[in-house]
């Protein structure tokens, strides 16, 4: 489907069975991890098994790679990986190890992350997508702490450096405004994304890649190329290179839906470039 | 309502169906195994008249309507008959408080959502793993169609000599699970912040949703049903104060100026738990009883100190704000195959009551939450722990 649409780079959906929440290869596959209680993902009727953080992480860098459908890799049709980035981890995780969250940030870039990019990077994965609602969709209403946001950017610099992989830090479930410009100015991504059913494009100010999630992962009502399109506003004119995106993952949706706003999306995009 | 026996048990939400219950149900023919397991577990449970059932089994395939209702009664008697049975080695075996395991249902939201006018199916969305609901799209205001609980209701009440019970999922759930197309529409224009908006459109389709469950219920306490239990797995979703009052709001009107025993089932919260709904929940003053899921988070170990019963924490959110009617308490994490020791059972009980200070026969004992992905013999096991944890913390409270 992705392909057929042309879309820049390809993920697998999360669809295989080992990859049931986007947390599991990290709760099933690192050391140090353990299978915890099933929770509430945020505020969807979808479920995650805690990340129980009961003795120094270590992965080997093949907990995502084994994870993923190896034709898939092998053939080069996925190019793309979705990962917890560090502050969702470590605000979702259970942590009886580490003394404190800013250790847990670094363990989790240093010792999880980072190996685990290189050998995406090395299979050939051209892009990996950070995803953290936990930036934005703040439990108990409390606002993330700047410091924890530099933490985050310094854990995924270290995560990035000398890789050879693009990168994208999206938010979603959340209103990213509060946290603007820090988190363009603190995170060493590629691109950073924005779930336009909660962050008003106008608080988006300017920059460099900018993943537009325009249309709404969370509801059954498919926009139109127009509608989505239309969303764009003057986006065109701020940011010198934008990708367009559902809000957030699609699995929130029946799969005939969500195969529909993918097809827009493309359209849209027809629209905007002419490609 | 108080019962008199300390710690009284109850099922809480679904049981598993066997192969022969749901096979005619996909056109799918039934196998010799299929036959096996309904005798095997027919002579276990002491179903009566299961030759009857055995002889309609052997048809193997193109049940007419009237074999398959047949077959969802029968279905209902072995569900009845585990509860009933469950802990058989027990002095007082079974549980107090039964009903029909969701046996006559698709599930807890698509038999609902077939049966209230205004809605149309979509497709499947993954709930979590391999677990699919088939969601719905509010299309028109919602309407009431029929009682679509009360038959069922009544063949419990008809089969089982225990307290006859009757879930019935809630307008919060049902609002959570669909999508809503007709109210965001509607909504849609306002010069309102996107969030305030969907929370509009979400308030008014749960208080128009809520009035046509009233009508459902009205009619079950017509027909004689006094245990009603509104299941709300989606209490916690959305977690935001409004929304906390909104559960309260919606429970209210299900129930206004209706004469029964009503509780509210809820489990499976984010990661902060139940604390997101308090206090405005305790708003839902028609409840008798809030069951909530705590084994899930708890440890396995023996004990009652509060290090081993982390799980049961939230249970002091209860006493914080002076709660004194029951509760319903989840003993047994139904998303596993592993089984807690008795000891365990007893302690969660035991460390219930005294964390709450509530009287023992305020605090019903159940399963954390439905046993439907569980194989029959796992959710029996788990429903005999219920049994037996109650009994030996009985037993721990008379020896005091």
Not at chain 2, 138 to 164: C, I, M, N, W
Not at chain 2, 276 to 285: C, G, N, Q, R
Not at chain 2, 366 to 388: F, S
Request: with cysteine.
């Amino acid at each position: 489907m992705q392909r057929s649409l042309n879309f820049d780079f390809v993920s697998d959906g999360l669809l295989t069975m080992h990859w049931q929440d986007i947390l599991r290869p990290f709760t099933t596959r690192v050391k140090g991890v353990k299978k915890g209680a099933m929770v509430r993902w945020f505020n969807t009727n979808t479920f995650y098994f805690t990340p129980v953080v009961a003795g120094e992480l270590l992965s080997d860098g093949t907990a995502v790679s084994r994870t993923l459908d190896p034709s898939l890799v092998r053939s080069g049709a996925i190019t793309k990986v979705v990962l917890p980035d560090p502050l969702t981890f470590v605000e979702l995780a259970e942590n009886s190890c580490y003394t404190s969250r800013e250790g847990l940030i670094f363990a989790y870039c240093d010792n999880v992350l980072r190996p685990e990019v290189e050998h995406l990077s090395k299979m050939g994965i051209e892009y990996v997508q950070f995803s953290a609602p936990a930036v934005v969709a703040r439990f108990r209403g409390e606002p993330l702490p700047r410091a924890e946001l530099e933490q985050a950017g310094e854990g995924l610099r270290t995560v990035l450096k000398g890789v050879k992989v693009k990168s994208g830090y999206h938010t979603f479930f959340g209103d990213a405004a509060p946290y603007l410009p820090a988190l363009l100015d603190l995170i060493p991504t590629d691109d950073f994304g924005f779930d336009f059913t909660e962050t008003d494009p106008a608080s988006l100010g300017s920059g460099e890649g900018l993943i537009a999630g325009v249309a709404d992962s969370r509801s059954s009502y498919v926009e139109s190329p127009g509608e989505l399109a239309q969303r764009m506003g003057g986006l065109g004119e701020r940011f010198r290179r934008i990708t367009l995106a559902p809000s957030c993952d699609l699995q929130y949706v029946p799969r005939s839906v969500a195969d529909s706003k993918l097809r827009n999306l493309a359209t849209a995009r027809l629209r905007l470039t002419g490609k | 309502m108080t019962d008199h026996k300390a710690f009284p048990t109850q099922e809480i939400g679904s049981l598993p169906k066997f192969s022969w219950r749901t096979k005619p149900f996909r056109q799918q023919p039934l196998e010799e195994g299929d036959i096996g397991v309904a005798r095997a577990w027919g002579r276990r449970l002491g179903v009566k008249n299961l030759e009857l059932l055995l002889r309609l089994l052997k048809k193997r395939s193109e049940f007419t309507d009237e074999e398959k209702r047949r077959i969802v009664e029968f279905s209902m008697l072995f569900a009845i008959a585990m509860q009933e049975k469950a802990g058989g080695h027990l002095d007082e075996p079974g549980l107090d408080l039964v009903w029909s395991g969701e046996q006559a249902r698709t599930e807890m939201y698509e038999t609902p959502v077939s049966n209230i006018q205004g809605f149309e199916f979509l497709g499947r969305v993954r709930s979590f793993d391999n677990k699919y609901w088939r969601e719905a799209s509010v299309r028109q205001k919602p309407a009431y169609l029929r009682d679509y609980h009360f038959e069922e209701f009544l063949y419990t009440k008809g089969h089982t000599s225990r307290r006859a019970k009757i879930p019935v999922t809630d307008a919060i759930t049902i609002v959570a699970w669909s999508d809503h197309y007709y109210y965001t529409r509607r909504w849609r224009k306002r010069s309102l912040p996107p969030a305030a908006k969907r929370f509009s459109a979400r308030r008014e389709m749960t208080l128009e949703l809520a009035g046509v469950i009233r009508r459902v219920v009205r009619d079950l306490i017509r027909r004689g049903a006094r245990e009603i239990q509104l299941d709300s797995p989606a209490a916690t979703q959305y977690q935001t104060v409004e929304d906390a009052k909104l559960v309260a709001e919606a429970f209210n009107e299900t129930t206004r100026g209706l004469d029964a025993t009503f509780s509210l089932h809820s489990c499976f919260p984010p990661k902060y738990g139940y604390g997101v709904l308090f206090p405005h929940l305790l708003e839902a003053k028609n409840c008798s009883r809030f069951s909530f899921e705590y084994a899930n988070r708890d440890s396995y170990a023996a004990g009652l100190d509060g290090g081993r019963r982390v799980g049961y924490e939230d249970l002091k959110l209860f006493r914080g704000y002076g709660y004194e009617k029951q509760l319903g308490v989840g003993v047994v994490h139904v998303h596993t195959d592993r089984l807690p020791t008795v000891g365990a059972v007893r302690d969660r009980i035991l460390y219930a009551q005294k964390v709450t200070d509530l009287p023992p026969e305020n605090i019903f004992v159940n399963p954390d939450c439905g046993l439907r992905t569980r194989k029959p013999e796992v959710a029996y096991a788990m429903l005999g722990l219920v049994a037996a944890g109650a009994e030996e913390a009985r037993e721990a409270l008379g020896g005091n």
